[in-house]
């Protein structure tokens, strides 16, 4: 057990629907990674929030976004989903000072299918 | 944003064979280098990582991995791989607030 946990584990809808994804980071983490995991695109880096803050944002289409709240927890909100929108979304925490990061610990992932 | 390179898609070994996955990275800045591993259904976990110092980095399970900064390289190395092994190793690397993986390696080792 890596300490984040992630719900819904499993989500199924229909696409032009919204969900939202739900990360709770390790005791003590401030920073929330989100991923995007296929199986024809590996582990696509989606956006990163330090203590509620945007700091970094990868390849994250315009129609998802997140946020991180002051409890820290994050979501991710995924809208006008499609077929290919189906994937394991994995968040990731660490302990992460400016300019440097240690060790990621992951969640076990969310599975989103898009019917 | 850097990017990062993993050179084989899927390697199958048999059991007590050598392994040695090829991993590099764009960025000519100072980086952190992670090796990941995923088990089947299980969520990814730190197989070792460089920050700096002794550019050769001992991890868990009899893995380890060598940082060579001319080549942008950090390959990851086991002598003598076990059944136990299978499983997909993502190599990631860190600079500025930015984590990126490269798309993973799936590794099948026959018993």
């Known amino acids: 057990d890596s300490g984040v946990t992630q719900t819904p584990k499993h989500l199924i809808t229909a696409t032009g629907q919204r969900v939202t994804l739900r990360c709770s980071p390790r005791?003590?983490?401030?920073?929330v990674y989100w991923y995007q995991q296929s199986l024809d695109q590996g582990l696509q880096f989606l956006i990163h929030y330090y203590n509620g803050e945007e700091r970094a944002k990868g390849n994250i289409l315009e129609r998802f976004s997140a946020q991180q709240f002051p409890d820290l927890h994050s979501e991710l909100n995924l809208s006008s989903l499609e077929l290919g929108d189906s994937a394991l979304y994995f968040c990731a925490s660490s302990v992460a000072e400016q300019g440097a990061v240690g060790e990621l610990f992951f969640g076990e992932g969310s599975r989103l299918t898009v019917l | 944003a850097q990017s990062v390179s993993q050179h084989n898609h899927h390697v199958i070994l048999s059991e007590a064979a050598s392994l040695e996955l090829g991993c590099n990275y764009s960025y000519g800045g100072t980086v952190n280098l992670f090796w990941y591993v995923q088990y089947p259904g299980q969520h990814l976990q730190l197989l070792l990582k460089?920050?700096?110092?002794?550019?050769l980095v001992k991890g868990i399970k009899g893995f380890e991995a060598e940082f060579i900064k001319s080549k942008f390289s950090f390959n990851l190395r086991k002598p003598s791989v076990q059944w136990s092994d299978t499983a997909e190793y993502f190599c990631a690397v860190y600079n500025n607030n930015d984590m990126r993986f490269g798309a993973g390696t799936r590794l099948t080792v026959k018993p």
């Open positions: 005791s003590g983490d401030l920073s």
């Open positions: 460089y920050f700096s110092g002794d550019p």
